[in-house]
């Protein structure tokens, strides 16, 4: 299409969206260009409508994954580069549609599949892919180079070139009749159109600059560094496949994710604020990357509280997620299946009796509650489970004739700073009131007698779930993890922000690598 064939206004018009969405592209190339260890496999990952497979294919191959990255953002680059200079203007809008057309198939904007995706509006069918999508379609039916661009000037100086080899006659007729030389009216009029068509080129000069001067504000500098310092630990740096074992019909891995992180439970004694803390970094975009993360590392099952479900359920629908949820419930003698229903309702796998539901209730003689708790999962076909802090609980429930299909029981030694002395411990005491006397018990304890509950679950073929193998951030994994599996857990159920999720996987895989012979056989 001609200058001629539109007006002056609509030729700008035109021109100026193409150097808009050329800048866009080029912006968005280059800043990726520039970010070392940048990947697109967040965003295959989270793929579920057409082509996902294909998608998350390319996710889980890091060669192809490399490829395609690079192909992103040279493609991004590149034609960025072509639509804001003006060059193979057809072309590049023409791979600027196949590309977002990519974009908007990976991740659509439909009503609830925002994927975990964080996005800056809200969006229904149409999103800022599919208007740029829009904005190419008229660049490619319109193409604007021949008004503004280096292909005018490449068409211009072919022109000249042809004319140079074989002049029209009629038009050096036309130019002599005018009193004017040929070549000299032709030069006039190219130069004017040569500044014209190179007028954009500065664009790219302005956008690289921006992009070097945020990636400069986005680099930390300082004298010295943190004395602990995040791991960033990455998939590339997993040390190997993290064994299972099976509750039931149910083939769990040796770790599993616990909800307290989540939940603010931190345990962390007389530091009021970490709890606080806990739930203001634990945004619900960064608990969908923590699981993502732990799922992709081999950790397949998560200990949640009932109330945490809508959350869960809400990842596992985004996310395509087949995370395996054993959920607390916790029967009152007022109410025994309420919560057991209401874990049901919600698409639980297994369920277990709350640690401290089962001290509350052995403590006031009422183990008919947990029993009568316990038939009743059995009876709506879950494995029934039965979680404790304190072993004397457990050894009353076993006494009853209660045996449960996995126990879950906190699992640790007493060898740290805030432990307090042997002889002050007091049975049931973990779920009773804090002492102020650092001697007695303050939220620091959580298996009070590690040897008396080493000894009852050697006596019992039952699987074991360990969990507050840390004590709440007290022992350092490698101790705890070892201590834990050493001593007759066949999982341990453990606390995980994002930047530990790999270490965690690393260390319990490396311990359960060197464990050897253990005198609890395993049972699970």
């Not at 967040?42 to 294919?57: I, V």
């Not at 049931?428 to 018990?441: K, L, P």
């Amino acid at each position: 299409m001609g200058k001629s064939s539109i007006g002056r206004g609509v030729r700008w018009a035109l021109g100026g969206l193409r150097v808009l969405i050329g800048w866009h592209f080029f912006y968005e190339g280059i800043t990726k260009l520039l970010t070392p260890g940048w990947s697109s496999a967040g965003y295959l990952e989270n793929s579920r409508w057409l082509l996902s497979g294909w998608f998350h294919a390319i996710a889980a191959d890091p060669t192809m994954l490399r490829a395609v990255d690079w192909l992103n953002m040279m493609g991004l680059t590149l034609i960025g580069v072509c639509l804001v200079i003006g060059l193979f203007t057809r072309f590049a809008a023409l791979m600027g549609m196949a590309l977002i057309g990519l974009y908007y198939v990976a991740n659509p904007a439909l009503i609830g599949w925002n994927y975990g995706m964080p996005v800056e509006g809200s969006y229904f069918l149409v999103d800022k892919n599919l208007v740029e999508f829009g904005g190419l379609m008229v660049l490619a039916m319109f193409p604007t180079a021949g008004l503004q661009g280096l292909d005018g000037l490449l068409h211009y100086l072919w022109r000249r070139r042809r004319e140079a080899v074989q002049p029209e006659p009629a038009a050096v007729a036309a130019e002599a009749g005018a009193g004017m030389a040929p070549a000299h009216a032709d030069h006039c009029i190219g130069r004017r159109a040569a500044l014209l068509d190179l007028a954009t080129i500065p664009v790219l000069g302005v956008a690289a600059y921006g992009a070097l001067k945020q990636r400069q504000l986005d680099q930390v500098s300082g004298m010295t560094g943190a004395t602990i310092k995040v791991s960033t630990s990455g998939l590339d740096d997993l040390a190997g496949t993290l064994p299972k074992g099976r509750i039931g019909e149910f083939e769990i891995s040796r770790l599993i994710m616990g909800g307290n992180l989540i939940g603010g439970w931190s345990h962390a004694r007389d530091l009021i604020y970490v709890s606080s803390l806990f739930k203001a970094y634990n945004t619900e975009q960064k608990v969908f990357d923590t699981l993502q993360l732990g799922e992709a590392a081999g950790i397949n099952a998560m200990n949640i509280t009932f109330t945490q479900f809508p959350l869960i359920n809400k990842y596992k629908r985004l996310y395509g997620s087949n995370l395996i949820t054993i959920s607390q419930v916790h029967p009152t003698p007022d109410d025994i299946h309420g919560n057991i229903d209401q874990a049901i309702d919600s698409g639980v796998d297994l369920i277990q009796i709350q640690g401290n539901c089962c001290d509350f209730r052995v403590r006031e003689q009422r183990i008919d509650v947990l029993a009568e708790a316990m038939d009743y999962i059995r009876a709506q076909g879950y494995p029934a489970g039965l979680g404790a802090h304190s072993v004397q609980a457990l050894m009353a429930c076993d006494e009853a004739g209660i045996e449960p299909d996995f126990y879950m029981k906190t699992l640790h030694h007493d060898r740290y700073w805030s432990a307090h002395p042997r002889a002050n411990r007091i049975p049931f005491s973990v779920d009773g009131a804090r002492s102020s006397n650092h001697d007695e018990f303050h939220d620091n304890m959580f298996c009070l007698f590690p040897e008396e509950t080493i000894a009852f679950l050697e006596k019992k073929a039952i699987p074991v779930i360990g969990f507050k193998v840390l004590a709440g951030g007290a022992i350092a994994p490698e101790d705890g993890f070892r201590f834990a599996y050493e001593n007759g857990a066949d999982f341990i159920c453990v606390g995980m922000f994002d930047f530990q999720v790999i270490d965690d996987t690393n260390i319990a895989i490396r311990v359960l690598e060197g464990l050897g012979e253990r005198r609890r056989p395993w049972c699970a």
